[in-house]
């Protein structure tokens, strides 16, 4: 099948091939090679690490909700194994330790030997990621009859990249949360650390705003072919999405486009355009009309709200605003919006828009928030603080990185998995390019003609999948291999990808099988 349905149970980059020794030509050597993302040194020894059917486990300096979150891993690693774990005794020696060790928060160690895994960390973050890593260089599945071994050695490792992220759009097409909750869980399982959840698009607004309920009771359905279809988000679900992210290092990034992309809003209230007319939540995709109607007092009181709740839900540093495609022509013919922008000072309509944005940042900031903004509010001043989101063209991005602006690189051109990775796509709009692994795996870091010193700002990298042609049967075979490829470049940091990427790619497919998510085959 094609979505995700997961069987998983309750300085200078040193290239790991360069440090491997000689392949043993064995299952147990084979996944070594094949860890995604590729740590930054491995180096095998000789011996294996064999796997009890009762793991005893060191919980050494782990206390607390990191014994609990890490005991959940355990059993998602271990069951699949016909394995289980128990705590070891005083006195007793463990089967795999957990231990202090200093560095970075995200970096960790891992040494099997033929007696012990040891797995060290400075942070829960850390240790999470060691884990993660040991179960690679296990079997994905196993019957408690047989023998599970991994070959002995050590890893070192940490990330190049703050920002390791994925957008889902839920908009086009609702998501429910046990989709939502698996994507999150491949996330964790290759290190990504950063979930943007487009919530909200001209084709539906997805979470509720207390004051506001015609948001999810209009603004979040619409009407296909006789039917009604949507869904939306309440504020117990999207608390339960946060945790489940948090519980796998994972910061929610919510995003809410403003002024443009509000149709589903307007939809619900009108009053809050510049027409003031009724309209039906759009059924076609691409960018709507939709625009808020700047000046208006209730408009200022919306996105207020908007603010507090989202302030509320999400306890994570940043909220995205979007601020793109805006559509500016109806502020021209409404004198609300013409008396707001004679008391900003600004004269044309993009002067109005940067005035709206900049206003929303600095409310953003006053609560305690980052906010991000795609790479058009670089077409206006923007407060200091602001994160901007490379999409669209290099000019806009490459003024970001001259400003000091930190800058997550997400180019559509090679950054978009909605677009079709082969000929024959039957999702594929006329005007998409193809998308495959050779164009994730040169996504750019930095547009041509950034000098070196700025190259500093770059905060991270994402993947976008837009869901206009995504129902949530595909999520699958939309994000992966691709999305593997492109947690592994942002792992370590490499333009153009770790050398080696193919083979370690193709040879992933089969642990992505094992972990219940329907991929395309292999292109030929």
């Known amino acids: 099948m094609g979505g995700i349905c997961l069987v998983l149970a309750s300085g200078s980059p040193l290239w790991a091939g360069e440090l491997l020794t000689a392949p043993d030509d064995t299952p147990e050597a084979d996944r070594w090679n094949t860890v995604v993302p590729q740590p930054v040194e491995a180096v095998r020894a000789p011996g294996v690490w064999s796997l009890p059917s009762v793991v005893k486990v060191g919980w050494g300096p782990v206390t607390g909700t990191e014994r609990e979150d890490l005991a959940d891993r355990l059993d998602r690693t271990l069951g699949p194994l016909g394995r289980r774990w128990t705590v070891a005794a005083p006195g007793q020696g463990a089967d795999l330790r957990f231990e202090a060790r200093s560095g970075p928060d995200e970096g960790y160690t891992l040494a099997l030997s033929p007696g012990s895994a040891v797995l060290g960390s400075a942070a829960p973050a850390g240790r999470f990621y060691a884990l993660v890593t040991l179960a690679q260089l296990l079997p994905p599945r196993a019957r408690a009859a047989e023998p599970v071994t991994a070959a002995c050695g050590t890893v070192t490792d940490a990330p190049a990249l703050t920002w390791r992220g994925l957008m889902l759009d839920v908009s086009r097409h609702f998501i429910p949360v046990s989709d939502v909750e698996a994507v999150l869980e491949l996330m964790a399982l290759h290190k990504l650390n950063r979930f943007h959840w487009h ?3 001209d084709q539906g607004w997805r979470f509720e705003v207390p004051g506001w309920p015609k948001l999810t009771e209009v603004g979040a359905w619409r009407t296909e072919g006789g039917q009604t279809v949507g869904g939306f988000y309440t ?21 809410v486009d403003m002024p443009g992309h509000e149709s589903a809003a307007l939809a619900a209230y009108p009053e809050l355009s510049a027409s003031g007319q009724g309209r039906d939540v759009p059924l076609d995709w691409g960018v709507a009309d939709g625009v808020l109607s700047i000046g208006r007092p209730s ?3 919306f996105t207020a709200d908007v603010l507090a709740t989202l302030t509320d839900l999400f306890p994570g540093p940043w909220i995205h605003w979007g601020g793109d495609e805006v559509y500016r022509t109806p502020w021209m013919k409404n004198p609300e919006s013409l008396a707001w922008m004679k008391s900003v000072k600004a004269s044309t309509a993009d002067q109005a828009l940067g005035a709206f944005w900049a206003d929303l940042a600095r409310r953003t900031l006053a609560a305690g928030r980052i906010p991000i903004g795609w790479d058009e509010v670089m077409g206006f001043p923007v407060p200091e603080g602001t994160v901007v989101q490379w999409w669209e063209t290099g000019p806009r991005a490459l003024a970001a990185f001259q400003a000091g602006r930190p800058v997550i690189a ?15 796509d039957a999702d594929r709009a006329y005007w998409m390019p193809f998308q495959t692994l050779d164009t994730v795996a040169d996504q750019p870091f930095w547009p041509p003609g950034t000098p070196d010193e700025a190259k500093t700002h770059l905060l991270g990298t994402e993947v976008e999948l837009w869901a206009e042609r995504v129902l949530p049967e595909k999520l699958g075979r939309k994000l992966f291999p691709r999305a593997a490829l492109a947690a592994e470049g942002a792992w370590r940091g490499v333009p153009g990808g770790v050398p080696g990427w193919r083979g370690r790619i193709e040879a992933h497919r089969d642990r992505l099988e094992a972990w219940g998510v329907g991929m395309p085959p292999p292109a030929q």
Do not use: C, M, N
């Open 235 to 255: 504020a117990v679900e999207v608390r339960a999405v946060v945790e489940f992210a948090a519980r796998r290092h994972i910061v929610v990034v919510p995003e």
């Open 410 to 424: 997400s180019w559509k051109v090679s950054s978009y998995l909605d677009y079709p990775d082969r000929a024959g």
């Open 199 to 201: 919530l909200t698009d």
């Open 299 to 301: 408009v200022q009181k």
